[in-house]
Every structure is written in C-alpha cells, then in structure tokens.
C-alpha cells in the first residue's frame, strides 16, 4: 500500500491551458467546469475553434461563476457561440472579480443582439475586463450605441478590438461618444476593415484631441483616403493627444498624406510607431515622411514601409533620416524594388555613429553586388540585432561575402534570415562556421 501511494503520480498545476485547435466537442465542457471551479492555480484557459455550442458555453459558464475559479484569460475565438451564450458570458462579468480578457473573436452568430447583452455584464460594478475581443462578430453600429455607457463607465476596459466588422462611420461617431467621456479608460482601439470613409476622421481627429489614454489606434484596410489622414493628423497635432501607435496599412493614400503625416512627426513626441504599409507612397512620400523623421522632436521609434512602390530614389533621404534620428530602432522595407544602388545608400546612413537602428526588413530585390556594402555597415554598426535578408537574390557569392561580415567581432548582431534555398554546400558550410565562431547568433534559413 505505502510503495503504491508511492508510485501514484502528483497532480500537475499549470498557470495556463491552450487547446486551440484540439476539435473539442461541448462534450468536455463539464470536466473543464469542475477544472475551472476547483483549481486554485489555472489562470488562462484557450478553447479556439473547438465547437462549444450553447450548452457548453453554459456549463464553461457555471465553472466561471464559483467562487474558487481563479481564470483571469478565456479564449472563445471561432467557437460557434451564439446571442445566446452571451447572457451567460454577462453574468460571469458581473460576477467575476478575476476574468480580465475575453477573447470572443470568429464568432459571426454573436452580432449586436449578443454584444447588448454582453454589454449588460460590461457595465456592472463588479465587471474587471480589460481587454475584449470582438473581431469578426458581425457588428454594426447598433453595437457601438451599446458599447457606449460601457466606455463612459468601465474603469478598467483598455482594450477593444472591432477589426473586421462593418461599424461604418456612423458607429464610429457613436463610439468617439465614450472615447471623449473623461472616465473613459481605453488604450487600444481596433477598427481594421471596417467600412470606414474619410467623413470618420472628423470624428478621429476629435477624439485624439480629447481622450487623455488613447495611446494605440488601428484603421487598417479602410478607405480614409488623403482626405481622412488629413483630417486626422489635426488631431494627433494637438498638445492633448497622447497617441504612441498609429496603423494605416491599406488606406488608400498616397504623397499628399505623407505631408500632413511629416508635420504630426515633427509635433507629436510621443508618437512611436507608425504603419503605412501597402499604400502608394512612392519615393516622393518617402521623402516628405523623412522630413518628419530628421525634425529633433520627432520619436519614432517603428516605421513600416512595406510595399509601398518605392525605390532608390528614396534611399539617400532614408539614409540621411538614420544618420540624424536617434530613436528609430525599426525599418520595415520589404516589398519595394530598392535594388543595389538603393542599398548601397541606406548603408551609409547604416554606418552612420547616430544610426540606432536595431531592426531592418529587406526583401527588395538586391543580389551579392550589396553584400560588401551590407558587411561594411555590419562591421561599423553596433546597434544593429536583427536582420531579415530573405526574398533576395543574394546567391553563393554574396552569402560568402556576408559570411566575412557577421565573422567580424565588431558586428551585434544576433539574428539574420537568409535563403538557403539554392545555395552550395560549400556556403551552407560556410555558414556553419560562422555558428561555431558566434554560436550564439540565431540564423533563420
């Protein structure tokens, strides 16, 4: 008996449970139940795609209620729920002093009547959400109507994700209602592909101007056009705006909205990240954007300029923008047909003693005639940890060549991507010897 208590093997507590993926059935609702309301450790728990349905929903719901579940992040996204197991879901927020994210994304059948009635449990004292999740719910405005006394009241919701829903520009009038309501508390507001025009950024640019937490904003794949980007860099010009990320992927803008985005650079320092990536900037945005860049207020410290229809021409003035900004750390440049001569220019601005860039994304159609450019600025930059080469026609020589270059003890870096696809051996190899002499630098094939 005493050598079988022995052999008996110890319960597990784990801090968090991910079954994303795992095709799991409302059948294993009640033991996750009985899990939920008798572990004193579990504090994440991520059902994706498994196929709940309202029954399972409910009795996930009757762990959520006891007084002894601890989970402080669910995962529901892709799982089938219902209007109907959102009532549910609202009394755990009313009830639960733990639960502070909830991720209800992928779930179509929700829609605003299920948002109303979430929104129930959104406004209860007792509610401690920070971060909700309702991409690709089948939105519309009418959600935003409800999602208002939850913003002007909530004093802990700072995360709200509305990506890939159709609010339109009449929901984000009723939603900048809560954004400029001074117990609004949001950080992060999320309205990818939404079916927004340029009339929204009126609405935008009031509530940069007014929110007082506001410090990420994301409007990609929405038609705002120049017009929209105009209108909203007014707000980010304002001495109250305290926004960090902007993203503007697929807006359709062009040049015209890289002016109005320079002159927010050079007024906004606390303006960190921006992405533009996918629009047609063309080098004559790129350069107006590097107007910005070199202004001694601007912070930047992340610009994405991916696919944006640039090329050498713009490289001289990216490069001037590195050697005088001291904050950017990341450059995102895939995508655009720099070529050769365009690296050769950014990698002046690369071996420049002001350049502290950190992060450089380069899939721009060079080959091995940039390699001994690239190997000179590795060996003078000492800022520069990550590199991402993949995408070039670098070949046999050109790997060779930048083999020298990540060798030399003076380089920082400690990560590199490369194609390795149709190289020689003999470079492969080339390669490993250059692990053995930096063992500690992560190369990605």
Not at 49 to 62: M, P, Y
């Amino acid at each position: 008996e005493e050598a079988g208590r022995l052999r008996r093997p110890r319960a597990v507590s784990v801090p968090f449970c991910r079954l994303n993926g795992c095709q799991l059935t409302d059948g294993c609702c009640a033991d996750l139940s009985t899990v939920l309301s008798t572990s004193q450790k579990l504090v994440e728990l991520d059902l994706q795609a498994a196929i709940l349905k309202e029954s399972g929903v409910r009795l996930l719901c009757e762990g959520l209620l006891h007084p002894n579940c601890m989970l402080e992040k669910l995962g529901l996204k892709d799982c089938g729920l219902t209007s109907i197991s959102s009532r549910d879901l609202s009394t755990v927020l009313s009830t639960s002093q733990k639960l502070t994210e909830l991720e209800l994304g992928w779930n179509p059948l929700l829609g605003d009547q299920g948002v109303q009635l979430l929104c129930e449990g959104l406004k209860h004292p007792n509610c401690k959400l920070q971060s909700l999740g309702l991409d690709s719910c089948n939105l519309s405005a009418a959600s935003c109507q409800d999602l208002i006394p939850v913003l002007s009241t909530s004093r802990t919701l700072m995360k709200l994700n509305l990506e890939c829903n159709k609010v339109g520009d009449a929901g984000v009038k009723l939603l900048s209602e809560g954004l400029r309501h001074p117990n609004c508390v949001l950080q992060t507001l999320l309205l990818d592909t939404n079916e927004l025009s340029p009339a929204c950024c009126g609405d935008f640019s009031s509530i940069l101007s007014t929110s007082q937490t506001l410090t990420e904003l994301a409007l990609e794949y929405n038609g705002l056009e120049d017009a929209g980007v105009r209108l909203l860099c007014e707000g980010l010009k304002q001495p109250s705006c305290k926004l960090q990320k902007l993203r503007l992927a697929r807006c359709n803008i062009t040049a015209a909205s890289c002016e109005d985005l320079s002159s927010a650079l050079a007024v906004r320092q606390t303006l960190t990240e921006l992405v533009v990536e996918c629009n047609e900037l063309r080098d004559p945005g790129v350069k107006l954007l590097c107007r910005g860049l070199k202004h001694p207020h601007c912070k930047l410290q992340l610009l994405n300029l991916y696919n944006c229809d640039l090329t050498a021409a713009c490289c001289a003035d990216l490069a001037s923008a590195l050697s005088s900004n001291q904050t950017l750390t990341e450059l995102f440049l895939g995508g655009n047909q720099l070529g050769d001569s365009g690296v050769q220019l950014l990698c002046e601005g690369l071996k420049h003693p002001k350049c502290m860039l950190q992060k450089l994304l380069w899939n721009c159609e060079f080959t091995s005639a940039s390699c001994r450019d690239l190997c000179s600025a590795l060996s003078t930059n000492q800022s520069l940890k990550k590199l991402k080469l993949g995408g070039n026609k670098l070949g046999d020589s050109g790997v060779k060549m930048l083999c020298e270059g990540l060798k030399d003890p003076s380089s920082g870096l400690e990560a590199i991507e490369l194609d390795i696809d149709e190289l020689s051996e003999d470079t492969v190899r080339e390669l490993s010897s250059v692990k053995r002499i930096k063992p500690d630098l992560v190369i990605d094939t």
